[in-house]
């Protein structure tokens, strides 16, 4: 029997069978049904007790967001780890590190039940093993185990299952008390390391929304001596996406630091709905992407490894060279930035440290700061960069916005295509690959031939006659057609293959093309030397209906046909 066509019997109808997106898992709350939900971490939980992650009897941790969904598929969780044999350790709605950093040091598994930054109508559950997330490597496995778990759900009859035609529940589920002390660690991990009055004289407008971390980082700012003002608590759930702020939220910004301008304010923060990714805006009210807060964080910690996502603005990759700082680029996901500190770590380095574009940081290791020990936390963060870039500020006697603007003049925008056909995605991302598929992460374009980069770093110069020359010569003529001179392009001197096609040109403009990795979208980012230009270059790809992806979507389409 197959799960994936297997009709239950006892449903009303099929069931929408959760996957592994980016990190984690998601979808449209409609499709995350108590039944769907229950045999996920059924199948996650005996996943880890396989491989010896954890016993029987064992404490699993759990927590969730603010939006309205959580709670009913937290209950999902609990029943899941109690019929797996598994005690429920309930954190109650506190940030996704805040849960992850507790249960690491308890070394107990832990779920999340959170959507971050996506819209209310859809949610998702973050598993993280004893030692910290779960990484692609894990996937298959997990997914093999839940397959297993619906088929014994599926085969059973009417009077048999736990569930309801639309499954859910028959009898009503409750959660346990709350247990605190993942709240508490979480705010003594920063209490403990920071000096109690490093921000004292300090005035911070704190944008809380329906962040969920909300109250625990106002008080850990005030424990650091800065007084916070909050504003625009909201009871309903308010998706901020830190990587892709809207037109609304840029003039909200604005506005605010108009407002409290007299009050001397350093800075406006704020984070997503499970507050692991931060948002910086300065005392001008302008916002910063996370990851150029990323190499302000690296700074002040003394990082000696960096692992960032291909996606960030090249500002990193310029910076952390000229201040000596090691680093790779990664595919896009925590799971990938967190193999390669694991892999940086494997090879000696002692303070690594990785970040995503959305600004959630990872520390790999260990951290000395200010004579403490700040532990490793390897999963997204909004705390930690909120507080170094203030502090950071502090020490160089800078404002916030005097800081940023020391960084390298690059600018970043992205956009997407919602609906956009999956196998359309892959076909553009293949039409445009090296003949060996994933093994050559990088071309650049030499005079006579190409210079090829494959996974192990190894470079080799190819000369004219060279197959793999001549294809990627006519791969790039194909691609000026659509990057051409009209928009402003100009020569393609290199392509990157680390996730999707990542294109520079001679005058620096970078153009980016990914497919989503958990939805029917396609992704464009840009990067360029003025944000005018950055901006540009988005609208020309992701313009409805003769864009750079729609004109590659209907002559790929057609050429298929």
């Given at each position: 029997?197959?799960?994936?066509?297997?009709?239950?019997?006892?449903?009303?109808?099929?069931?929408?069978?959760?996957k592994f997106?980016?990190?984690?898992?998601?979808?449209?709350?409609?499709?995350?049904?108590?039944?769907?939900?229950?045999?996920?971490?059924?199948?996650?939980?005996?996943?880890?007790?396989?491989?010896?992650?954890?016993?029987?009897?064992?404490?699993?941790?759990?927590?969730?967001?603010?939006?309205?969904?959580?709670?009913?598929?937290?209950?999902?969780?609990?029943?899941?780890?109690?019929?797996s044999?598994?005690?429920?350790?309930?954190?109650?709605?506190?940030?996704?590190?805040?849960?992850a950093?507790?249960?690491?040091?308890?070394?107990q598994?832990?779920?999340?039940?959170?959507?971050?930054?996506?819209p209310d109508d859809?949610?998702?559950?973050?598993?993280?093993?004893?030692?910290?997330?779960?990484l692609?490597t894990d996937?298959?496995?997990?997914?093999?185990?839940?397959?297993k778990i619906?088929?014994?759900?599926?085969?059973?009859?009417?009077?048999?299952?736990?569930?309801?035609?639309?499954?859910?529940?028959?009898?009503?589920?409750?959660?346990?008390?709350?247990?605190?002390?993942?709240?508490?660690?979480?705010?003594?991990?920063?209490?403990?390391?920071?000096?109690?009055?490093?921000?004292?004289?300090?005035?911070?407008?704190?944008?809380?929304?329906?962040?969920?971390?909300?109250?625990i980082?106002?008080?850990?700012?005030?424990g650091?001596?800065?007084?916070?003002?909050?504003?625009?608590?909201?009871?309903?759930?308010?998706a901020?996406?830190?990587?892709?702020?809207?037109?609304?939220?840029?003039?909200?910004?604005?506005?605010?630091?108009?407002?409290?301008?007299?009050?001397?304010?350093?800075?406006?923060?704020?984070?997503?709905?499970?507050?692991?990714?931060?948002?910086?805006?300065?005392?001008?009210?302008?916002?910063?992407?996370?990851?150029?807060?990323?190499?302000?964080?690296?700074?002040?910690?003394?990082?000696?490894?960096?692992?960032?996502?291909?996606?960030?603005?090249?500002?990193?990759?310029?910076?952390?060279?000229k201040?000596?700082?090691?680093?790779?680029?990664?595919?896009?996901?925590?799971?990938?930035?967190?193999?390669?500190?694991?892999?940086?770590?494997t090879?000696?380095?002692?303070?690594?440290?990785?970040?995503e574009?959305?600004?959630?940081?990872?520390?790999?290791?260990?951290?000395?700061?200010?004579?403490?020990?700040?532990?490793?936390l390897?999963?997204?963060?909004a705390?930690?960069?909120?507080?170094?870039?203030?502090l950071?500020?502090?020490?160089?006697?800078?404002s916030?916005?005097?800081?940023?603007?020391?960084?390298?003049?690059?600018?970043?925008?992205?956009?997407?295509?919602?609906?956009?056909?999956?196998?359309?995605?892959?076909?553009?991302?293949?039409?445009f690959?090296?003949?060996?598929?994933?093994?050559?992460?990088?071309?650049?374009?030499?005079?006579?031939?190409?210079?090829?980069?494959?996974?192990?770093?190894r470079?080799?110069?190819?000369?004219?006659?060279?197959?793999?020359?001549?294809?990627?010569?006519?791969?790039?003529?194909?691609?000026?057609?659509?990057?051409?001179?009209?928009?402003?392009?100009?020569?393609?001197?290199?392509?990157?293959?680390?996730?999707?096609?990542?294109?520079?040109?001679?005058?620096?403009?970078?153009?980016?093309?990914?497919?989503?990795?958990?939805?029917?979208?396609?992704?464009?980012?840009?990067?360029?030397?003025?944000?005018?230009?950055?901006?540009?270059?988005?609208?020309?790809a992701?313009?409805?209906?003769?864009?750079?992806?729609?004109?590659?979507?209907?002559?790929?389409s057609?050429?298929?046909?």
């Amino acid at each position: 029997m197959n799960s994936t066509n297997y009709f239950p019997s006892f449903l009303k109808e099929k069931p929408n069978q959760l996957k592994f997106g980016t990190s984690g898992i998601r979808g449209l709350v409609a499709e995350m049904s108590d039944l769907e939900c229950y045999t996920t971490i059924k199948g996650f939980i005996q996943y880890l007790l396989e491989i010896g992650d954890i016993q029987k009897g064992d404490p699993i941790s759990i927590a969730g967001d603010f939006r309205s969904s959580s709670e009913r598929i937290m209950v999902a969780v609990a029943a899941a780890i109690e019929d797996s044999g598994c005690k429920v350790d309930n954190c109650g709605y506190i940030p996704t590190p805040a849960l992850a950093y507790y249960a690491m040091q308890k070394s107990q598994a832990s779920i999340m039940v959170t959507g971050s930054h996506i819209p209310d109508d859809r949610n998702g559950i973050k598993p993280y093993k004893k030692h910290g997330e779960v990484l692609k490597t894990d996937e298959a496995e997990i997914l093999d185990h839940v397959t297993k778990i619906r088929k014994q759900e599926y085969i059973k009859k009417v009077d048999e299952t736990i569930f309801n035609e639309m499954g859910m529940f028959k009898k009503a589920r409750s959660l346990s008390s709350v247990n605190k002390e993942a709240e508490v660690s979480y705010v003594r991990r920063y209490l403990n390391v920071f000096p109690p009055n490093c921000l004292l004289s300090k005035t911070i407008v704190l944008y809380e929304h329906s962040a969920v971390g909300r109250d625990i980082l106002a008080q850990v700012l005030r424990g650091l001596g800065a007084e916070v003002i909050p504003v625009a608590r909201s009871d309903r759930f308010v998706a901020i996406d830190t990587e892709s702020l809207t037109s609304y939220d840029r003039k909200f910004f604005r506005q605010l630091a108009d407002e409290y301008r007299p009050s001397d304010i350093c800075a406006i923060v704020s984070t997503d709905g499970d507050s692991d990714r931060p948002l910086i805006v300065d005392e001008q009210g302008e916002f910063h992407r996370g990851d150029v807060v990323g190499i302000v964080v690296s700074q002040y910690v003394n990082a000696d490894f960096a692992a960032v996502p291909i996606s960030a603005n090249d500002a990193v990759a310029i910076q952390l060279e000229k201040d000596g700082i090691a680093f790779t680029n990664t595919r896009i996901g925590s799971p990938y930035v967190i193999a390669a500190m694991n892999e940086a770590i494997t090879k000696g380095r002692h303070s690594v440290v990785g970040w995503e574009v959305n600004g959630g940081f990872l520390t790999g290791t260990d951290l000395v700061i200010n004579g403490k020990v700040l532990k490793a936390l390897p999963t997204r963060d909004a705390f930690l960069p909120i507080i170094c870039v203030i502090l950071q500020a502090i020490k160089k006697d800078l404002s916030v916005s005097e800081l940023l603007a020391e960084l390298p003049r690059r600018y970043s925008q992205a956009g997407l295509i919602d609906h956009f056909p999956v196998d359309t995605s892959k076909m553009i991302i293949e039409r445009f690959s090296p003949l060996q598929g994933d093994h050559i992460i990088q071309v650049d374009f030499e005079d006579d031939g190409v210079k090829v980069i494959d996974k192990t770093g190894r470079t080799s110069l190819l000369d004219s006659q060279d197959p793999i020359t001549r294809a990627m010569l006519e791969k790039r003529k194909v691609l000026k057609r659509y990057f051409n001179s009209r928009p402003g392009f100009d020569d393609i001197i290199r392509i990157n293959y680390i996730d999707g096609i990542r294109i520079t040109f001679a005058k620096g403009d970078v153009s980016h093309i990914r497919p989503s990795g958990n939805a029917p979208q396609l992704r464009f980012y840009s990067n360029a030397n003025s944000q005018e230009r950055a901006d540009k270059i988005v609208q020309f790809a992701v313009a409805e209906s003769d864009g750079i992806l729609r004109r590659l979507e209907k002559e790929l389409s057609a050429v298929d046909q």
